[in-house]
């Protein structure tokens, strides 16, 4: 059966090719929208498979796929663009954004979290300490052992003069120590590595240590020569050592002259200075 003929529009209308193009869409919309409301006939495909959708056109499924495509995008546009504003701080998504926990961001390819890369561990070929501090140890006969906290130098040597420490309390005397027979003299409260033993209960155990080095000294005439003197160098102990009333830099030599006057901590003992060729 062919459609019914549609006249003409009449002449002097508005009437245009584009308006009949638009009736033609509407009426095939609502033929399209009956066909999907109205039930499907008994023993066709549809009732046979009542969970598939049924068939819809492809060019009204087309634009509604787009149109939901492009609604999507823009979504996705405008939070990204409220992220950047906000991590900028040009923006505030309220106090939910802030509580709310955003899940980690995934690698579009994988779908998975990406992990971040973890640095190789270097291989380190320096100085563990562990060689020189068994080289340091001292042990006693009862099984305990001590690390010293003092190495001599290079430019260590044997005094070429006859040095001593007369020791004074007050005005008591209370004798003579000979610090000539080797290089360094450690002091300090420990018995089993101290040289000059001292029981002040302010002095460390480590306290200081007198070293004798060779160094170059000018004479009158401005010629150098090695010269051996005595140093003093404070193990930074915990109350300091005095010469001459005056405070050591801790970790660093102090050249000492005849005549100066030692104190270890709080100590009133007072160890002088002398060589035995002035005594």
Known sequence: MEPPSRSPPPKGSSYSRRDEDRDRDRRRDDRDRRRRDSPPPRGSRDNRYPDKPRPRDDYYSSRRDDRRDRD?????????????????GRGDRGDDYRRRSRSPRRDSRSGSA????KPADKPNFGNSGLLAAATNT?????GTSTVLKYN????????TQGWRLFVFKGKED???LQIAKQSCYLVGRDQLV??????????????????????????EWGTSKPVVKPFIIDLESTNGTF?????????RYYELKPSD????????????LLNEDDV
């Open 72 to 88: 999507r995008r823009d979504d996705r546009r405008d939070d990204r663009r409220d992220d950047r504003r906000y991590r900028d």
């Open 114 to 117: 990406a992990p971040s890369p």
């Open 138 to 142: 001292v042990k006693a006969s009862d």
């Open 152 to 159: 001599e130098p290079p430019e260590a040597r044997k005094p």
């Open 174 to 176: 209370l004798g003579s």
């Open 194 to 219: 101290a040289d000059i033993p001292i029981d002040h209960p302010s002095c460390s155990k480590q306290h200081a240590a007198i070293q004798y080095r060779q160094v170059q000294d000018k004479d």
């Open 243 to 251: 010469v001459n009333d005056k405070p050591v830099p801790a970790s």
């Open 261 to 272: 006057v030692i104190k270890f901590g709080q100590s009133t003992r007072e160890y002088v």
